[in-house]
């Protein structure tokens, strides 16, 4: 059923093409308050597609639709910056299409014990750089499924559900969540780099790695809260005042 309503979510979106289920394959099979991840691919389409209709009412109409909203901005933020998908459609309030980056994630290649050379993690660190400059931290690039070694050898970046605009924060947390980032870039590069992390970086990869342990949300866990909190608050009295906070995250 599932399925059936995405094929005619994408028709509307593309209607000048054909789908058809057979095309549609689940790649990540999300539990409870976590998206399935789907991929369609055909001769014309290959698109990577999160979806929370089978999660339960009081999650589709919360921060399911916090979730997307957030992904939907972010790339739209990062349009035309090199690593991120350039074409992103929002399906339904609680659905988001993207296209499918081919590549490798750093995660894979370090279970593997493959190695990436320097020259891309100097590229990664100066996408993160970029999106920051655009106002924009992602959170979650700790988790090296999230970057990926594409076909061309160049990195990317995927899963924006978690990133957010940072400019309102304090200086101090502001830099905690850029550090976030770029502690996610020195993982990945001591995990799978031919060169190991070295001189500054290194140092900072080390301070930042002991302030997170002192950090009681460590990361991201706390933006989820929040939209937890910002999606139950919307269904009571006074919603269209979340709502006004919500849109400008």
């Given at each position: ?151 061309d050898g ?26 976030a980032d770029?502690s996610g ?65």
């Amino acid at each position: 059923m599932n399925e059936q309503v995405l094929i005619s979510q994408l028709s509307e979106c593309f209607p000048e093409r054909d789908f058809h289920t057979d095309n549609l394959i689940v790649l990540h099979k999300g539990r409870f308050a976590n998206a399935i991840v789907y991929r369609y691919k055909d001769d014309q389409t290959d698109l990577v597609i999160k979806d929370f209709q089978h999660s339960p009412w009081i999650v589709r109409k919360t921060f399911a639709r916090l979730f997307i909203n957030q992904e939907y901005k972010a790339l739209a933020r990062l349009q035309g910056m090199n690593g991120v998908s350039d074409e992103f459609h929002r399906l339904s309030s609680i659905g988001i299409a993207y296209a499918f980056i081919e590549g490798v994630p750093l995660r894979t290649l370090s279970k593997q014990g493959e190695t990436v050379p320097k020259s891309f993690f100097n590229q990664l660190e100066h996408m993160v750089s970029e999106m920051h400059r655009r106002g924009l931290v992602h959170l979650d690039l700790r988790n090296l499924g999230n970057v990926i070694l594409g076909e061309d050898g160049k990195p990317y970046f995927i899963d924006f559900q978690s990133a957010m605009t940072f400019a309102r924060f304090p200086k101090w947390l502001q830099r905690y969540m850029r550090g976030a980032d770029l502690s996610g870039v020195y993982k990945g590069w001591n995990s799978v780099c031919e060169q190991p992390v070295t001189g500054h970086k290194k140092a900072f990869f080390k301070n930042f790695n002991q302030l997170r342990k002192r950090w009681i949300f460590r990361g991201y866990p706390l933006h989820r809260t929040y939209l937890w909190l910002c999606g139950l608050a919307s269904q009571l009295p006074g919603a269209d005042l979340v709502r006004n906070i919500s849109d400008r995250l």
